[in-house]
């Protein structure tokens, strides 16, 4: 079984934003295999189902980004999911929109939604498939930034990236961490 977390913020007023970029891709995976992230598990929304023919269960964290560790790690021992079994998809604001970035472990890098998970699992060591939002010419509070929802000249780029971030979730799931690397860290 893996555990596939989006990272992201609750509530309407935070559904378009940058910082949902985790929420957008299982939606898309949830869309893709007919998994309805509904029940509330653990301070998150989860849906159980299989990925050619793996088992899954999408967690998307109602914590907040800053405390999505504690809804990341309470789904991992209820379900006696090891690290090793774990996917984060997150935003990141340091890549351009539509680059991925895949490892299979590493530090938060700045990341308040990964800090939080590892300390609250007291390792680093799960993937973690960093979704670049950044635009050219970004300037201002990172915070505000990431709570900004997308434009709409980035529309065209970001349903590209959602695509390609499935795809890069599917293949980590059926190939494993190195092949999936070798074709998304491009």
């Given amino acids: 079984m893996k555990l596939v977390v989006g990272l992201g913020n ?29 029940k509330r598990v653990s301070n998150a929304l989860c849906g159980k189902g299989m990925i050619y023919g793996e088992g899954v269960i999408l967690a998307k964290p109602q914590t907040y980004m800053n405390l999505s560790g504690k809804a990341v790690s309470e789904i991992g021992k209820r379900e006696g999911i090891a690290p090793e079994d774990l996917i984060v998809v997150v935003d990141d604001a340091d890549l351009p929109l539509g680059k991925l970035r895949l490892k299979p472990k590493g530090s938060s890098g700045g990341h308040n939604g990964l800090r939080s998970i590892i300390e609250e699992l007291k390792t680093d060591a799960f ?59 491009t």
């Fill in 127 to 185: 993937s973690r498939l960093r979704m670049g939002i950044s635009a050219e010419g970004r300037s201002g509070n990172l915070s505000n930034y990431v709570l900004a929802p997308f434009k709409r000249s980035e529309r065209g780029d970001l349903s590209e990236a959602i695509e390609r971030g499935s795809l890069c979730v599917r293949a980590l799931i059926t190939e494993g961490i190195e092949p999936a690397m070798n074709r998304f860290n």
């Fill in 10 to 38: 609750p509530g309407l007023r935070y559904r378009s934003t940058r910082h949902n970029i985790g929420f957008m891709v299982l939606d898309k995976i949830a869309s893709d295999f007919r998994i309805r992230i509904r």
